[in-house]
């Protein structure tokens, strides 16, 4: 079976730090594409960052550039995403996502989300 389970979410004030974590069992998490997504309320999930299996490549969303990096480490099977300098409107669900694409098909799976919060 297949988890996805991210932590350290919480309240921060404007211009704060928070370290998401996402720790995954029951996948070969060295060959996924690992993600993380946010859903603020009344609004769409927006992809914030991404780092590939292959390479490690990572890109981000425009309004999170320079203020959150994504990183993994495939022994502990666990993403990371550091976020600084937080503004209000990085408040949202965040959500860890892991893809893989093979030859015959792919897995997508999904964590249940930690809630962080930007507020004075």
């Known amino acids: 079976q297949v988890r996805l389970v991210e932590s350290g979410g919480g309240l921060v004030q404007p211009g704060g730090s928070l370290s998401l974590s996402c720790a995954a069992s029951?996948?070969?998490?060295?060959?996924?594409?690992m993600n993380w997504y946010r859903q603020a309320p009344g609004k769409e999930r927006e992809l914030v960052a991404y780092?590939?299996?292959?390479?490690?490549?990572?890109n981000y969303a425009d309004s999170v550039k320079g203020r959150f990096t994504i990183s993994r480490d495939n022994a502990k099977k666990t993403v990371f995403l550091q976020m600084n300098n937080l503004k209000p409107e990085d408040t949202a669900v965040y959500y860890c996502?892991?893809?893989?694409?093979?030859?015959?098909?792919?897995?997508?799976?999904w964590g249940q989300g930690t809630q962080v919060t930007v507020s004075s």
């Open positions: 029951g996948l070969t998490f060295r060959l996924y594409d």
């Open positions: 780092i590939r299996s292959v390479g490690g490549i990572t």
């Open positions: 996502n892991a893809v893989w694409v093979g030859t015959r098909g792919g897995s997508d799976y």
